[in-house]
C-alpha cells in the first residue's frame, strides 16, 4: 500500500462500520460491556417480571435457568453445544456485516453446507479412514456454503441486484434444493418424509468429554474464531477487506484489488456458515430434516451483539447457547414454561442494544464531527459496477 | 380429502386463492414500507404475533371481529418498536428485523402457553368452537359463475378487504399527493425533507400500517383458514412476503401476481399429496414425477431472475435499508 495515502478513518461515526459498532479502544469496549450488561438485565427483569404476573415464581425460575445454563459440567457443554451452530452463523453474518455487506443468506448457506456434509457421509462416501471422510464433508461443505454465498456477490457484482435481496431468495433456493434432496437421492430408506438416513457412528465427531455433548467441532468453532480474528484484525489482508467493503472508492484509489476482496468477504462469511451445517449435522444430530433449525437468522443477532469482533461473537454465542439451554432446563422442570421464552430475552437484548449504540453514535458524531446531519449515502448500483 | 361436486380446475383456484390472501395482505403493507425505504425482515413475526393476538382475542372473546381487531392492534404495537428502533434510533433494519422475529417467536410461545393455562383453570375448551372464527362468505349471485364464482366471490372476508385495499393503495400510490410523497420517501428522503414533509413520521405511519396488515394476515391463518393455532404456523410466509414483494418489482399487480402464483404452486402441492384421483390421472402422474420441491423454488428463482435481469434500471426504492438522519 501506497504510504503517502492516509487510511481512511473507519473510526468516523459516518461511516458503515460504526453502524453495526465497531470502533476502538478501551473505552467503547468498556461502554459497550456497560451496555450489554444493561439489556440482559432489562430483557431478563422484564421476561421474570411477565412470568411473575402470571403467578409463577420469578427467583424459582432464575434459579433454575441458571442452573441449566451452567449448573454443571453437563449443563455447560449442553450451552456450549448448543453455541456451537450460533457461533459459526455469526462469524458469517459478523465477517460480511463489519466490511458493511448485507449478507443475511447465512441460512442457506448453513443448510447446503449441512446438506453436502450429510451426502459426503451417507451416500458418495470417499474411499478412506473415517476422519478423512469427516475432514472432506466439513471442507466440502464450507466450500458449498462459500460459493452459494458468491453466487450473491456475483450477482451484485455483475448484475447490480443488492445483496441484502438476492441473500433473502437464495436462502428459499437453498431451502428447497435441500428438501428434494432429502426427499430424493439423500432419503432415508424406511421413510416418506424428508430426512436422511443416521450417519454411522464412525463418522460422528468424536466427543471430548464423556457424557456430555462436547464434541470436537466446538474446538473447530472456536479456533475459527480465534483464526478470524486474527486475519481479520491483525493481517493486510484483513484491512483491505474491511475497507473494500466500507469505500470500494478509497480501496481502489490504494491499489486494492476491490471486486476479488468483495467476493472474498462474501465467500468467507458463506464458508462460516457451510462449516458449521457440517459441524451441527457431523457433531450434535447426525442426520438432517427437511427443517433444520433458524441458526442462520440467529446468526446476525448473535453477530450484532458480539461487536461485529469474532471474539464478541464468540462470547455472544455462548450467552445465546446458555439462555436456549437453561430455558430448555426449565420446560423439563416441574414448571413446565415454554422453552420459547429464551428468544424474548434475546429478541429484548438486541432491540436495547440497537438504540443504545444509536444513542451511543448520536452522542459522538457530536462530539466529534461537525458534519453530524448529514443523509447516508445510498448503494448506487452504477458505483457497484464501475 | 372430498372434492367431490367441483371440478377438481374449480377447487385448485379457490385453494390458490385462499392460500394468496395472507401474502396479498401482508405484502401490500411491507410494499407501502419499503417504498418509503424501510426494510422490515420482521415481518414473519409481526404475522405469528397476529395469529396468536387473533386465536386468544377470538376464544375469549368469542367473536371473530375481536380476534381480527387484536389481531391488527398487536401487529401495530409490535410495528411501533421496530419503528422506534429503527426509524427514530436509525438503527439497522435487517438486525432489528431479525431481533423482532426472534421476540415474535418467544412471545406468541408464551402467549399461547398463557392462554391454554387460562383456559384450562376455567375448564373451558382450548380450541376455538366452529362458530367462531370467521366463515367464508358466498357474494349472492356472483359465487354461482362456473370456475371464476367460487375461486374470486365464495372467499373469506378479508379477501375481499385484501382487494379493496389493493385497488385502493394502487389509486393512492399513482394518483394522488400522498403517493407521490410516499413513493418519494424511499427515493429522495432528502428532497421530501426541504419540502418540509417529516421524513420520520411519514415512515412511521407506512411501518405501523404494515404492522397492521401483517397481523390481519396472521389473524387469516389462525382464526380464518385453520381455526387452529401452531407455534410454527406462519412456516416461513413472512420471508416469502418480502420476496414477493421484491419478485413485482415493488409494483402492486405485479405482488399480487406473485402472490397467486406462489399460492397456485402450494395448492397444487398440497392437493397432489393429499387426494386421489380418478380423472385427472394422467396429469397429476406426471406432475408427481417431477420433485415438487423444484415447483416451489419457482417464484424466487424467477425473483432472482427478474431481479438480475430488469434491475439495472431500478433495483428497488434507492434508500432502502438506510437510516435517515435528521
Known sequence: MDPSVPPPTVTSPQSKAARYGVWHGPKVFLLWMAMATGAITLSVLLVLMVLALGGYPALGILHRWIIGAAGNRFNWAASVADACPLLLTGLAAGVAFRSGVLNIGAQGQFLLGALVSVALTTRFIFPGPPWCVMVEAMAAASVAGGMWALLASVLERYRGVPIVLSTILLNFVALYLVRAALHGPLQAADTSAPQSPQLKIIYWLPILIANTDFHLGILLAFAVAVALAVVLGRTNFGFELLITGLNPRVARLVGMPVSRRQFAIMFLSGCCAGLGGAVQVLGVTHFMLGNFGNYGYTGIAVALLGRLNPIGIAVAAVFFGMLDTGARFVEESSLALPHQMANVVKGVIILAMLVASAWMMRRGSRDQSPEAGEPPTPVDPQQVQS | ?326
Open chain 2, 1 to 326: 380429502m372430498n372434492i367431490s361436486g367441483e371440478s377438481l380446475g374449480t377447487f385448485l383456484a379457490r385453494q390458490t386463492v385462499q392460500a394468496a390472501t395472507p401474502l396479498i395482505l401482508a405484502g401490500l403493507g411491507e410494499l407501502l414500507a419499503e417504498l418509503t425505504g424501510v426494510i422490515n425482515i420482521g415481518i414473519e413475526g409481526l404475522m405469528l404475533i397476529g395469529c396468536i393476538a387473533g386465536y386468544a382475542a377470538a376464544g375469549i372473546s368469542g367473536s371473530g371481529g375481536v380476534g381480527l381487531g387484536a389481531a391488527i392492534l398487536a401487529g401495530m404495537g409490535t410495528a411501533a418498536i421496530f419503528a422506534g428502533v429503527t426509524v427514530w434510533s436509525a438503527a439497522d433494519q435487517i438486525v432489528a428485523g431479525a431481533a423482532v422475529n426472534i421476540l415474535a417467536v418467544g412471545a406468541s410461545g408464551l402467549a399461547w402457553f398463557f392462554y391454554q393455562n387460562a383456559r384450562q383453570a376455567a375448564h373451558r375448551s382450548v380450541s376455538l368452537g366452529r362458530h367462531v372464527g370467521f366463515q367464508s362468505v358466498a357474494i349472492p349471485g356472483l359465487s354461482r359463475i362456473p370456475f371464476f364464482g367460487p375461486m374470486l366471490f365464495d372467499q373469506y372476508m378479508l379477501f375481499y378487504a385484501a382487494i379493496i385495499l389493493a385497488v385502493l393503495i394502487w389509486l393512492l400510490l399513482h394518483y394522488t399527493r400522498t403517493g407521490a410523497i410516499l413513493r418519494a420517501l424511499g427515493d429522495a428522503p432528502e428532497a421530501c425533507q426541504a419540502a418540509g414533509i417529516s421524513v420520520r413520521t411519514w415512515r412511521t405511519g407506512a411501518v405501523l400500517f404494515a404492522g397492521a396488515c401483517a397481523g390481519a394476515a396472521g389473524a387469516y391463518l389462525s382464526i380464518m383458514r385453520t381455526h387452529a393455532f401452531a407455534s410454527d404456523m406462519t412456516g416461513g410466509q413472512g420471508f416469502v412476503v418480502l420476496s414477493l414483494v421484491i419478485f413485482g418489482r415493488w409494483n402492486i399487480p405485479g405482488l399480487i401476481a406473485g402472490c397467486l402464483l406462489f399460492g397456485g404452486i402450494n395448492s397444487l402441492q398440497q392437493t397432489l399429496q393429499t387426494t386421489r384421483y380418478t380423472s385427472h390421472a394422467t396429469l397429476m402422474h406426471a406432475l408427481q414425477h417431477i420433485p415438487f420441491e423444484f415447483f416451489q423454488m419457482l417464484p424466487y428463482v424467477v425473483a432472482l431472475l427478474a431481479l438480475a435481469t430488469l434491475s439495472r434500471s431500478s433495483p428497488g426504492p434507492r434508500y432502502l435499508g438506510q437510516a435517515w438522519k435528521q
